[in-house]
């Protein structure tokens, strides 16, 4: 035989995490065998994942639902989206790293992480007590934020950050964000403002307050948009963020000449010279974003935490749409 990386002879222990914990053999994780809503979910013991090469191991602390979540739960993106049952739900994480793989030298045991941790299928996702990840997913976590908070900003932010930096946005720009008071256009205002734009936002009236503390100026959804925003800026919004969907035809009546926009929920605005967009899982851009939050003193808004064995009932007050901030899981109890 040929010696070399086959030959486990040159590699004793080939295969196995460095720093891994050899006591545990088995987590406790939320999993589902079939397509449905949340009831499908359970509660229940799993193998703990295998740390390839380039991989890290993390302790899960929190995790936090997202609408795609319950979207691929439900079949929504299986003509796009391979999925490997019992599938564990999840790809907002926050934790503390445990083991590392062979050749991952970015992170070590103990380092406290984040990710949007989606990977090429879904299957061992971050409603679980260790998820194991490519490290060129993680960033650090911002050391302003606690865990609970910490789990909402991956994919919400990245979201946001991804898409304003697309449609080059500049200071001095006006920004309209349709779907202020949600999870990523919450995050989408901050960002926004600390790229030094001047942001309007929409929101039903109740949440005008909440947007004015985030540096926006609301203004109230729905027929008339078009007129309320232009009687703020009389030639309109450079640029158009829409976090909602459903939003084209107001898009259009208030871009200025010249201007850009986006959507990450109507792929029609690509007939309208606008940009369809689904976040990218990229760990640098999760670190410019950490980095942004401890320096630009940016919020995560959470609604409702929920302990792991509730993951249901956090999936349906995700779905009912009304909440302002995020949806948490607790997986560790110390979180």
Avoid at 222 to 233: D, K, N, P
Wanted: with cysteine; net charge negative; charged share 20%.
């Amino acid at each position: 035989m040929t010696r070399g990386m086959f030959d486990t002879r040159l590699a004793p222990g080939f295969g196995i995490a460095k720093h891994a914990c050899a006591s545990v053999v088995g987590m406790k994780a939320i999993t589902y065998s079939t397509y449905g809503n949340p009831d499908v979910l359970e509660y229940g013991d799993q193998p703990m994942p295998k740390v390839g090469p380039g991989m890290v191991l993390v302790k899960v602390k929190t995790a936090a639902v997202n609408p795609v979540d319950w979207k691929i739960m439900a079949g929504g993106l299986d003509a796009i989206m391979d999925l490997q049952f019992p599938a564990i739900p999840g790809w907002d994480v926050a934790g503390v790293v445990e083991s590392v793989g062979i050749d991952a030298r970015q992170f070590q045991p103990g380092d406290e992480v984040i990710a949007y941790g989606r990977k090429d299928y879904v299957h061992g996702g971050s409603f679980a007590e260790y998820i194991a990840l490519p490290e060129r997913l993680l960033a650090r976590k911002p050391a302003s934020l606690g865990w609970t908070e910490a789990a909402g900003l991956p994919l919400a932010g990245l979201t946001a950050y991804q898409v304003l930096n697309r449609l080059g946005l500049k200071a001095g720009e006006t920004v309209l964000i349709h779907g202020g008071s949600g999870g990523v256009g919450s995050l989408g205002i901050q960002i926004a403002v600390a790229m030094g734009a001047s942001v309007i936002a929409t929101s039903s009236q109740k949440n005008h307050e909440f947007l004015r503390s985030l540096g926006a100026e609301p203004v109230a959804y729905g027929e008339g948009l078009a007129e309320r925003v232009h009687g703020l800026r009389p030639d309109g919004a450079d640029v158009v963020a829409d976090f909602v969907g459903g939003n084209l035809e107001a898009t259009l009546a208030v871009l200025a000449e010249g201007g850009r926009h986006a959507s990450i929920a109507d792929s029609a605005v690509e007939q309208h010279g606008g940009d369809w967009m689904w976040v990218n899982p990229v760990g640098a851009d999760l670190q410019a974003l950490a980095d942004l939050v401890d320096s630009r003193k940016i919020r995560v808004e959470v609604a409702e935490v929920f302990p792991l064995d509730k993951a249901a009932d956090a999936f349906r007050a995700n779905m009912e749409g009304h909440t302002r901030g995020k949806i948490v899981v607790a997986v560790d109890h110390n979180s």
